[in-house]
């Protein structure tokens, strides 16, 4: 049984609730809780190149960038968002099946570093694969991953009725709640 280290509730500020009876939540209220809880455990001033989240069919369904990380050697101009969401989850698989057959059942795999970025996972129970691209310096980013599914993706993709359940094709997520709830959270980090 894979076992998930949240953020203690007795850490958490009153900000966080569970959802009221109201379909939709200031996301900036969330979004200030996890920031807060963030700072008390410094966490915080980092740098988050990207986030891509994978589904069950190994295609990317949402994909965000804020920084190009400098001196990676790619070239930016020749690179498209589609080409390096394929490259993160190839290595992220590649890793992992290496990470089982050393390590036996147990899924160890949390993050690996280069000499340029920080790569960071987080898989759901329903097999959604959270990827985050962090500087080098920063701590392991599982509990926020794990936070962003719960109090964005699950309240603003899950729980609307106008989202599809798969995504089919590689047609991403368009939810403007989530989008603006998950910038909000990732610059309140940097």
């Not at 009876?21 to 410094?42: D, F, H, M, Q, Y």
């Amino acid at each position: 049984m894979n076992e998930h280290h949240a953020i203690p509730l007795s850490c958490l500020p009153s900000a966080i609730e569970p959802p009221t009876s109201s379909p939709l939540r200031n996301p900036i209220t969330v979004e200030t809780g996890i920031i807060n809880t963030l700072r008390a455990n410094k966490l915080l001033n980092m740098v988050v190149y990207s986030f891509y989240i994978f589904d069950r069919h190994t295609e990317c369904v949402y994909v965000k960038s804020w920084m190009a990380a400098e001196g990676t050697g790619a070239a930016p101009v020749l690179s498209t968002s589609s080409d390096d969401a394929k490259l993160v989850f190839g290595t992220v698989f590649s890793l992992r099946n290496m990470v089982r057959k050393l390590g036996g059942d147990d899924d160890a795999f949390i993050s690996y570093r280069t000499g340029q970025y920080k790569l960071h996972f987080y898989e759901t129970p329903a097999n959604l694969r959270f990827v985050m691209l962090t500087d080098t310096g920063s701590a392991s980013m599982r509990n926020v991953l794990h936070q962003i599914y719960i109090n964005l993706w699950v309240e603003y993709v899950v729980k609307n009725p106008l989202a599809p359940v798969e995504h089919k094709g590689g047609a991403g997520v368009n939810n403007e709640l989530f989008e603006l709830g998950l910038d909000q959270f990732i610059r309140g980090m940097m």
